[in-house]
């Protein structure tokens, strides 16, 4: 037939075998085969049921996503599974691995699917900004109900082949090769004469909430419960509503329009930009080819504090046990506490078994001392923030680590080579940067060394994604990429209030902009006292913070900062006495307060940051700009439906930015806010951050 479709005759059963590797997307060669295998089984007077499977790891696990954005090919998916569903004689989905998007509605068109008993079922489309195009918001719901259905296709998570039974999404579930389980359960049909089920025409599921829409109505807006400004889950939500109240054919209409409208839109865009940054960012530059990663079996981490804790939490959660390794016995009992209270929180909220808690805390071995290490693989040092603990933590981890060990660091700002210089084997040392919480973020920064070895670089990249967290290979700088920006919009902030913002507009621009959290907010999440010990260390001053601070007022933890916080609750309230505090703090200092616009807070608050991204980039501390928007996407909650700060930044223009940033650096009386070089040559060139990955 083709050379990705095959199509096989066993006795009376056509088996049609997608051959596609490596997940068996849907290209327009595979959706011509299967459209052509149909067709021939339908006409052929031998067959009588036809098999769909794959050959490989898994079921079609999706539509090829690098055709999105160009111009169509035929055969249409839609038009492919019409065929499968139209097709006289039985058509049963053989399901193994993943099914997913395009993958799983090719099986919603036949019209029995069976599946092995670890494959996984899903529509992920709007993880990408998008709907499923080709009747997934239809014929999902009249297979599992439209509670489910809308829950899949609003939240993008897939189900196991256990619920997917349960539900109805499945009629069987086979145990070995899928063609041959598929071509079993093709005979049964056959010889219980089982009338075709086409989804399309079965409303048996959607009876209820036709008659009380309360029932999606509540399932759609759960779904949709912690959506922050994304359009797809609610074009997704409200395509598969039309279930209840459109007829199908017309339905399949409204979400391709529907579809067609979310590709073209700029937040699909930026959902797929981010997607692709994600994988690229896996990929390191200047490592030999074929450098492969140390064996990493055991690991240890120094320090049970708050990312010691929840770095341990993330290695445990994935399986890997850890020792965690503390000063003292009482250091020790209060981490492991908080690693046990987190555990038990989510397993009260549903989110896992007590058994499963039980589990995750049996992989971590609390020792005291840090001769402990002497069989780890990798070591995570999470101790406090000051150089010289950290240098006696790793004079002694050259003493008793086994050689070829990885040495990493979680420092924040430090410098790595200073840290590696104090060891024996430099090429060993590098940065392993978690984000806070680090049980919960996906960001880690890789910090290379000036004498990081490739394999030991490797080594942290690899171990970084079999903890499911998103690795970025950085340069050793003040503030590695993600810091050292956000010290860049923390000047600023800071500025605002000397200039007459209050902390409420500041963080209102920041969080109408899609981050989750405003600077003054965030400063009072984390304590606004380790800043002030860490001014008066260094001789620095900052009148309003440092007014706050000896007003008693440490944020969250003394229930006022730059906000006040009541009854417990960790909800900024804006309070009156820090607006008299800022009053006052000007009017000793013969500042007067002017009217800040939101477009000056917004662009003061970016602008910055893109312009220390534009640094970060010329001296190369991150090898690419999609590099730096993975940093932020997955390290402050950037919204992915923006891209990230240099994709962004593309979209505005360079020259804007460069522009602004001038006027910004006039005003303020602050060189800092000039374009940097590369901002500039760029700008001046009319050219795209974009254009430099292209450059290579
Ligand atoms: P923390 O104060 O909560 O924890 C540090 C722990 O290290 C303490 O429990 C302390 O007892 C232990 N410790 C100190 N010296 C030790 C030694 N010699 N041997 C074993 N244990 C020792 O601090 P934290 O917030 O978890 O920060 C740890 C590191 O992570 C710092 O380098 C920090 O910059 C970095 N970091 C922090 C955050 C954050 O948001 N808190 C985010 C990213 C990185």
């Not at 145990?175 to 010889?191: I, M, N, Q, S």
């Not at 973020?441 to 942290?460: Q, S, Y």
């Amino acid at each position: 037939m083709s050379d990705v479709v095959k199509v096989e005759r066993r006795d009376v059963v056509a088996i049609i075998t997608v051959n596609n590797p490596p997940v068996n997307a849907l290209s327009a060669a595979v959706r011509r085969g299967i459209s052509e295998g149909i067709k021939s089984a339908g006409a052929d007077p031998q067959i009588q049921a036809v098999v769909i499977a794959c050959a490989g790891r898994t079921f079609i696990a999706g539509a090829d996503i690098t055709e999105f954005g160009k111009p169509p090919q035929p055969p249409g998916l839609g038009d492919v599974i019409s065929d499968i569903e139209n097709c006289p004689k039985p058509v049963v989905a053989a399901i193994h691995g993943t099914a997913l998007g395009g993958g799983l509605e090719v099986a919603l068109g036949c019209h029995f699917r069976v599946a092995t008993k670890d494959a996984k079922m899903g529509l992920p489309e709007v993880k990408l900004g998008l709907l499923p195009g080709a009747g997934g918001t239809q014929r999902l719901p009249r297979a599992v109900g439209p509670e489910l259905g809308v829950t899949m296709v609003v939240t993008g998570n897939p189900i196991g082949a256990q619920e997917a039974l349960k539900n109805g999404l499945i009629e069987e579930i086979i145990d070995g090769d899928p063609a041959a389980g598929g071509e079993t359960f093709a005979r049964k049909v056959l010889a219980e004469k089982r009338p075709l089920r086409r989804l399309r025409d079965d409303d048996s599921k959607l009876v209820a909430a036709k008659a009380d829409r309360s029932i999606f109505t509540n399932a759609a807006a759960a779904a949709n419960k912690r959506n922050r400004g994304l359009e797809a889950p609610l074009a997704c939500a409200e395509a598969v509503s039309w279930t209840l109240d459109v007829p199908f054919d017309e339905a399949l209409k409204k979400e391709r329009e529907s579809f067609l409208k979310l590709v073209a839109g700029d937040q699909s865009k930026a959902q797929r930009y981010a997607f692709f940054s994600e994988r690229e960012a896996a990929k390191v530059s200047g490592v030999p080819e074929g450098t492969k990663p140390r064996k990493v079996d055991s690991v240890a981490i120094i320090g049970a504090g708050t990312m010691g804790g929840g770095i341990a939490m993330s290695f445990a959660s994935a399986g890997i046990p850890v020792t965690l390794i503390e000063t003292g016995q009482e250091q020790l009992d209060r981490g492991l506490g908080i690693i046990k209270k987190n555990y038990e929180a989510t397993a009260a909220r549903g989110g896992m078994s007590a058994d499963e808690v039980a589990k995750r805390v049996g992989r971590i071995t609390p020792k005291v001392g840090l001769e402990n290490v002497k069989d780890a693989d990798l070591i995570i040092e999470a101790v406090f923030e000051t150089m010289a603990v950290k240098k006696e933590v790793f004079t002694k981890l050259d003493q008793f680590a086994k050689q070829g060990a990885v040495l990493a660091s979680n420092t924040s700002y430090l410098d790595i080579n200073e840290i590696a210089a104090t060891t024996k084997r430099p090429q060993d040392v590098l940065g392993m940067h978690f984000f806070s919480p680090a049980n919960v973020m996906k960001l880690c920064e890789i910090v290379r060394g000036a004498k990081t070895a490739p394999d030991a670089l490797m080594t942290a990249v690899s171990i970084a994604k079999r903890i499911a967290k998103v690795p970025v290979v950085v340069g050793v700088c003040d503030g590695f990429v993600g810091n050292r920006m956000l010290a860049a919009r923390s000047k600023q902030s800071e500025k605002f209030l000397f200039e007459g913002a209050l902390p409420q507009q500041v963080d209102a621009g920041v969080t109408k902009f899609g981050l989750p959290m405003g600077p003054f907010a965030m400063g009072d999440l984390a304590g606004l006292d380790i800043g002030w010990r860490s001014r008066k260390d260094r001789g620095i001053t900052s009148e309003i913070a440092d007014a706050l601070c000896e007003a008693g007022r440490f944020g969250q933890k003394t229930g006022k900062g730059y906000y006040k916080y009541e009854g417990g609750s960790r909800a900024p309230l804006p309070d009156p006495d820090v607006e008299k505090l800022i009053d006052e703090t000007l009017a000793k200092l013969g500042l007067k307060r002017r009217q800040i616009s939101d477009d000056e807070i917004l662009e003061r608050m970016v602008y910055p940051m893109i312009n220390e991204g534009a640094r970060i980039l010329e001296e190369k501390i991150a090898s690419r700009p999609s590099d730096i928007d993975v940093v932020w996407l997955y390290g402050y909650g950037w919204p992915i439906y923006r891209g990230g700060p240099m994709f962004y930044a593309d979209q505005v223009g360079l020259k804007h930015i460069a522009d602004r940033l001038s006027f910004y650096a006039k005003q303020t009386n602050d060189p800092s806010l000039e374009p940097a070089p590369l901002l500039k040559r760029l700008a001046d060139e009319g050219k795209t951050f974009a254009s430099l990955a292209k450059a290579g």
